[in-house]
């Protein structure tokens, strides 16, 4: 067995060269064939005290047992609530997130929800330590809006032409690829750096530029300021837009799985429980290489947006003259209180004193470009969505789609495709989430989607 097999069954760091000697010794004895080395050793973590006295086992047994107890926080770590009817699981979850030894303090944003391990809308702050689940499985998902030369009054008049880009500029779907691989400079970063990402690399190329499936979309709409923005570059008035959601599709999913696996089998003695909250230590080997293959998946992810907004506009004959983008299930070191922490923003926007995000509503709904206004609390956090009410699998059984595009389309929004369990009725009211967090981020401008593509029902990858 090697490191990375004992790892599995839960050996933890510092017992596996001794958990090596053991493999050694009983190969090397009599009756070694006959022993089921991998059976016998995932027992003797599951309870050293029972091998104490064993012929093999005996001495890794006892350093088992003399492990020392990690403790979770007696206090759990401040956390501060945006918004009012959150769910009490979500409330749940991040007090158990706020119990981990490392804990610095967190933030609950009003479009927060249950998810894996931390909930969505989750901004947890670790000193010197990443969770893999705390970052998500869909790595750096993200937002990205361009602005367009077209005028917006075609979106109304040359449906077919919009329609037409987007789905000859991006490919939807689990699995999804282009025909054609596409090409980035991305691709010539060192993929290398661990084994996850140099067996993925091949997939990312054939995946580049695609959309994947869930909530993530690909739409054009009216960008609409109120007033002219410095920040955008933009006078006061109406644009065309295209703004896209989605992150780094197959290759992150499998790096968080890789590691997230990995830190669950490390959970050190009394804090077996944390589950999918496991960490990485900064200082450790597997740490270091999940932070370099998570940076790698922001990378791509950002790529990946990169050649949907360039196959599309140059499908549809326009030019980008502005534009918004930034991720939203990521981990960044950033000083906070005064100390340098791992801030995770699992479905949450960064929002740092200028900072410029989009916050989408849903197909039906606005979206907003944001100035962040730096609020400590917050960990210079703010919402990345409007947040779901509801389970895809409820969504599903309560909404017909048919219905749902009719409705849309007497409002003025086409959809081109998209799941019963993307409906508008699943999220909260955007303008609520928006006013309440009117302290964490100024609005710049608004974003009314009328041409949009989803994938269709089936297997969600956000």
Known sequence: ???????????????????????????????????????????????????????????????????????KREVPAAYKTWGEEIDPAAHAQMRTACLLPMAHGAALMPDAHVGYGLPIGGVLALENAVAPYAVGVDIACRMKLSVLDVPPSELATNFERFRHAIEAGTRFGVGAVHEKPQDHAVLDADWNITRITREHKDKARRQLGTSGSGNHFVEFGELTLAAASPELGLEAGTYTALLSHSGSRGPGAAVCDTYSRMAQARLPRGCEDFGRLAWLSLDSEAGQEYWAAMNLMGDFAAANHDVIHRLVSKKLGGRIIAGVENHHNFAWKEVHFGRELIVHRKGATPAGQGVLGVIPGSMADPAFIVKGKGVAESYESASHGAGRVMSRTKARDQFNFSKVRKELEAKGVRVISAGSDEVPGVYKNILDVMQAQSDLVEILARFDPKIVKMSDDGKAED
């Open 1 to 71: 067995m090697n490191t990375s097999q004992l790892h599995k069954i839960g050996v933890p760091d510092h017992a596996i060269v001794p958990a090596i000697q053991t493999i050694q010794q009983i190969k090397a004895s009599e009756h070694g064939r006959e022993i089921n080395v991998k059976t016998l050793l995932a027992e003797v973590v599951a309870n050293p005290a029972a091998f104490v006295e064993h012929e093999f086992c005996g001495a890794l047994a006892q350093l088992l047992i003399s492990e020392p107890v990690t403790s």
